[in-house]
Nanobody, 127 residues
Framework: QRRVVESGGGSVEAGGSLKLSCAST????????VGWFRQTPGKEREGVAS????????YYADSVKGRFTISEDGTHTTRYLEMSNLKPEDTGLYTC????????????????????WGQGTQVTVSS
């Protein structure tokens, strides 16, 4: 059964770093898109970053460009969101999302583009 599970959240001070993991029950190569979303109380869920190998693209929200990076481990079962120079506004519940279809007309930052979701991991950045 296909699933993704996140881990790696925590509390850090501004300027610190965290590395979130998105572990998959199947090879990451079998997903056609894997992304990260975050949500803060009172705000809409927003796309943070996503990897769409079929398009040859890795997408990042403007607010995280240059600070966040999607990477993969050598076993091809886990994708990471490496976050550096964290800011208090990065605080939120980070959720990994994936899909095997990833339709060509879909937006990378639209939640509806993904059908498999993890449970989320909390990231808190203090000033």
């Amino acid at each position: 059964q296909r699933r993704v599970v996140e881990s790696g959240g925590g509390s850090v001070e501004a300027g610190g770093s965290l590395k979130l993991s998105c572990a998959s029950t199947v090879s990451t190569h079998s997903w056609n898109c894997v992304g990260w979303f975050r949500q803060t109380p009172g705000k809409e869920r927003e796309g943070v970053a996503s990897f769409w190998p079929g398009r040859g693209m890795t997408y990042y929200a403007d607010s995280v460009k240059g600070r966040f990076t999607i990477s993969e481990d050598g076993t091809h079962t886990t994708r990471y969101l490496e976050m550096s120079n964290l800011k208090p506004e990065d605080t939120g519940l980070y959720t990994c999302a994936a899909d095997i279809w990833c339709q060509s007309g879909n937006r990378w930052d639209a939640a509806g583009s993904y059908n498999f979701w993890g449970q989320g991991t909390q990231v808190t950045v203090s000033s």
